[in-house]
């Protein structure tokens, strides 16, 4: 038996020039602006187990050939959020 399931993991630098791995879990088109909600990866599982395991929404803008990831405010990811957890439960709950 294969897995043929492979997340799409993206990976950021953050200020400090730190590159830090995501799985997407969703991208969500909301007013025009393209939204990623992420979760964070670990390389070491207990790390992974210590942590809360909150994914974060970071809106994403074009800017010449490349992406540029920023924090959307927290009433534009209130929202995403909405519109995520909607998806996510529908994918699992509806028949």
Known sequence: ????F???ILTLS?????NIEFEVLDIIEYEDEKYYVLLPR?????????SS??????????????????SPGDDISCKISVIFEERYESSFYDD
């Open 14 to 18: 953050d200020e400090d020039g730190k």
């Open 6 to 8: 492979m997340p799409d």
């Open 1 to 4: 038996m294969t897995d043929d």
């Open 53 to 70: 395991a909150d994914y974060i929404v970071l809106k994403a803008e074009e800017e010449s050939r490349e992406t540029v990831f920023s």
């Open 42 to 50: 670990f390389s070491d599982p207990l790390t992974a187990l210590k």
